[in-house]
């Protein structure tokens, strides 16, 4: 096996730099003709020039003396470079020479013009000598000797290449190989070690043996004092266990995601309570956000638990299977690593149902009228000063409705308080059927005095106004008592709107109750709105 992996190490090393050395081959090929055929180029430029010097102060002497025989030489001279396809040589006062190395061809020309001078009067100029050499020649010659030149250039890599292999494989991969193989034969407690080669000793595979020596060293000891202390912690797990699966509460241990890492009996017969299908596990999902209905809550007792460093506890409501509701209290810590990073989350759980049931009957009982079943005085103020403020953050309006009830001591005093009860009642069921129910509430005051508050009521009087004539036909209609008599009665409502007439409840309070008796000046069984000035 472990000589299989070094050979496919090997094979892939050679792979990557053969591929790596033929990139880098092309590379340098490129790079070496693009400079080589540049240098060709110019090299062939070179020696134009120097041909033209050579004949230079003939050319001039033909030129003064209008001497065909030497300008004919010096052409001929010319053109006896291949690159050279045509030379002409005229001069100021009408000489004119011209030859064409092969009339036939229409080669591609570049042309130089060199200046001709009196060889009397070397400033004068006489004439020009007009050179054109055959671009597909000296392109030709250029690309030959570049290839020539790049292909040397890339068998010297290839072959560098090939000796720094063939020393690396002797000097670094045998020796590789063959520790490779000796280290795949040994385990921890088989008592044998790696061999550290004389020649090694001193460097890195050397040194690389030593360290698997010293960690085989290292593991024979872990291994030795495992054994040694695994019956201790086997019997402090089986005694610690007792009390963990004894003990009355819940206990669970979560990972910083959530997942459940361990837990009690306790935790999942009795205070959870929730059977788990195919489709969620609480080792590899949120275990927090399975078992609570806010697990937002849960998370920021967490959260404040690390950044304190303490436990943090508070009642939480727990899913459950049929709806009922069910209550724990939970107590959260946090561990950390030697990093400061959270690493497990503690849980304590223990079922507080019957005492929130306790204490929600008590504040039940404190906010609900006993005989309508609706808010009493404490807890209309308790929704109308949170409606308040949600109202300022959401920027909404709030109306309040103030219902006194025309009639009603009539009613007490001609058919009895048990018939006033009962129409008490009656108005309590209409005004609830008239509200919007999941913003607005009704509520009793006491006595005959009911409120109702609309929360988000339009910008306008409009809602308001089609609220209090609805209330107002409502609670007009005659109302039927068991003795077979019908009570009537009427109402007086005054209306007062946050912002527009207070931001506070007194004040809004104190605006309907003017408003009300308004309506009641005037003649009852209608609606007011409290007066436009604003109050605070």
Same mark, same amino acid.
């Given at each position: 096996?472990?000589?299989?992996?070094?050979?496919?190490?090997?094979?892939?090393?050679?792979?990557? %730099?053969?591929?790596?050395?033929?990139?880098?081959? &092309?590379?340098?090929?490129?790079?070496?003709?693009?400079?080589?055929?540049?240098?060709?180029?110019?090299?062939?430029?070179?020696?134009?020039?120097?041909?033209?010097?050579?004949?230079?102060?003939?050319?001039?002497?033909?030129?003064?003396?209008?001497?065909?025989?030497?300008?004919?030489? %010096?052409?001929?001279?010319?053109?006896? !470079?291949?690159?050279?396809?045509?030379?002409?040589?005229?001069?100021?006062?009408?000489?004119?020479?011209?030859?064409?190395?092969?009339?036939?061809?229409?080669?591609?020309?570049? $042309?130089?013009?060199?200046?001709?001078? $009196?060889?009397?009067?070397?400033?004068?100029? *006489?004439?020009?000598?007009?050179?054109?050499?055959?671009?597909?020649?000296?392109?030709?010659?250029?690309?030959?000797?570049?290839?020539?030149?790049?292909?040397?250039?890339?068998?010297?890599?290839?072959?560098?290449?090939?000796?720094?292999?063939?020393?690396?494989?002797?000097?670094?991969?045998?020796?590789?190989?063959? =520790?490779?193989?000796?280290?795949?034969?040994?385990?921890?407690?088989?008592?044998?070690?790696?061999?550290?080669?004389?020649?090694?000793?001193?460097?890195?595979?050397?040194?690389?043996?030593?360290?698997?020596?010293?960690?085989?060293?290292?593991?024979?000891?872990?291994?030795?004092?495992?054994?040694?202390?695994?019956?201790?912690?086997?019997?402090?797990?089986?005694?610690?266990?007792?009390?963990?699966?004894?003990?009355?509460?819940? &206990?669970?241990?979560?990972?910083?995601?959530?997942?459940?890492? !361990?837990?009690?009996? &306790?935790?999942?017969?009795?205070?959870?309570?929730?059977?788990?299908?195919?489709?969620?596990?609480?080792?590899?999902?949120?275990?927090?956000?399975?078992?609570?209905?806010?697990?937002?809550?849960?998370?920021?007792?967490?959260?404040?638990?690390?950044?304190?460093?303490?436990?943090?506890?508070?009642?939480?409501?727990?899913?459950?299977? !049929?709806?009922?509701?069910?209550?724990?209290?939970?107590?959260? $810590?946090?561990?950390?690593?030697?990093?400061?990073?959270?690493?497990? &989350?503690?849980?304590?759980?223990?079922?507080?149902?019957?005492?929130?049931?306790?204490?929600?009957?008590?504040?039940?009982?404190?906010?609900?009228?006993?005989?309508?079943? *609706?808010?009493?005085?404490?807890?209309?103020?308790?929704?109308?000063?949170?409606?308040?403020?949600?109202?300022?953050?959401?920027?909404?309006?709030?109306?309040?409705?103030?219902?006194?009830?025309?009639?009603?001591?009539?009613?007490?005093?001609?058919?009895?308080?048990?018939?006033?009860?009962?129409?008490?009642?009656?108005?309590?069921?209409?005004?609830?059927? =008239?509200?919007?129910?999941?913003?607005?509430?009704?509520?009793?005051?006491?006595?005959?005095?009911?409120?109702?508050?609309?929360?988000?009521?339009?910008?306008?009087?409009?809602?308001?106004?089609?609220?209090?004539?609805?209330?107002? $036909?409502?609670?007009?209609?005659?109302?039927?008592?068991?003795?077979?008599?019908?009570?009537?009665?009427?109402?007086?409502?005054?209306?007062?709107?946050?912002?527009?007439?207070?931001?506070?409840?007194?004040?809004?309070?104190?605006?309907?109750?003017?408003?009300?008796?308004?309506?009641?000046?005037?003649?009852?069984?209608?609606?007011?709105?409290?007066?436009?000035?604003?109050? !605070?």
């Amino acid at each position: 096996m472990a000589a299989t992996v070094i050979r496919s190490l090997q094979y892939r090393l050679a792979a990557v %730099v053969s591929f790596g050395l033929l990139i880098f081959a &092309i590379l340098a090929g490129g790079i070496t003709f693009y400079f080589e055929f540049r240098a060709q180029i110019a090299a062939a430029d070179d020696v134009q020039r120097q041909l033209v010097r050579t004949v230079q102060a003939q050319a001039e002497v033909a030129a003064f003396a209008s001497n065909a025989e030497i300008a004919k030489d %010096v052409l001929e001279g010319l053109l006896a !470079n291949e690159s050279i396809a045509q030379v002409r040589l005229t001069s100021t006062n009408g000489f004119d020479q011209n030859k064409r190395r092969d009339e036939s061809r229409r080669e591609q020309l570049v $042309s130089t013009v060199y200046a001709l001078h $009196s060889p009397v009067d070397p400033t004068a100029a *006489i004439g020009e000598l007009l050179v054109s050499a055959d671009e597909t020649v000296v392109r030709g010659r250029a690309i030959r000797n570049a290839i020539g030149n790049s292909l040397l250039h890339v068998v010297q890599i290839f072959l560098t290449a090939l000796l720094l292999g063939i020393v690396f494989r002797r000097v670094v991969g045998r020796p590789m190989s063959r =520790l490779a193989q000796d280290l795949a034969s040994i385990y921890p407690g088989s008592g044998k070690r790696l061999p550290v080669e004389e020649r090694h000793a001193r460097d890195e595979i050397g040194l690389l043996s030593a360290s698997a020596n010293s960690l085989l060293d290292a593991a024979e000891r872990a291994l030795n004092e495992e054994r040694e202390l695994r019956f201790k912690v086997e019997t402090m797990e089986q005694h610690y266990r007792r009390i963990f699966e004894s003990t009355n509460v819940g &206990i669970m241990v979560l990972q910083p995601g959530g997942n459940l890492i !361990n837990s009690n009996p &306790i935790l999942m017969k009795k205070i959870v309570g929730i059977h788990f299908d195919g489709q969620y596990t609480p080792e590899s999902e949120d275990f927090i956000s399975a078992i609570f209905v806010q697990p937002e809550i849960a998370w920021a007792m967490v959260s404040e638990a690390s950044a304190r460093g303490r436990a943090v506890a508070a009642d939480l409501q727990l899913k459950t299977a !049929n709806g009922k509701p069910r209550w724990a209290h939970c107590i959260l $810590s946090v561990s950390h690593d030697g990093k400061g990073r959270m690493e497990l &989350i503690e849980g304590v759980l223990y079922d507080v149902t019957a005492r929130r049931e306790q204490e929600e009957d008590a504040r039940k009982r404190a906010e609900i009228d006993a005989l309508t079943r *609706i808010p009493n005085r404490h807890g209309c103020e308790l929704f109308i000063d949170r409606s308040l403020r949600h109202a300022g953050d959401d920027n909404v309006s709030v109306g309040l409705m103030l219902i006194d009830l025309d009639g009603f001591k009539a009613v007490n005093d001609t058919l009895g308080h048990a018939a006033g009860d009962v129409v008490l009642v009656e108005v309590a069921n209409r005004l609830r059927h =008239l509200i919007r129910r999941s913003t607005d509430l009704v509520g009793r005051l006491g006595g005959d005095e009911f409120v109702v508050i609309a929360y988000n009521c339009g910008d306008g009087r409009e809602l308001l106004a089609d609220m209090a004539q609805e209330i107002v $036909s409502a609670l007009s209609r005659p109302i039927p008592l068991e003795s077979g008599e019908v009570a009537q009665i009427g109402a007086s409502i005054g209306i007062s709107r946050f912002p527009d007439h207070g931001v506070t409840r007194t004040v809004l309070f104190e605006q309907a109750d003017q408003a009300m008796y308004e309506v009641k000046r005037h003649g009852k069984n209608n609606f007011e709105f409290a007066a436009e000035t604003r109050r !605070n």
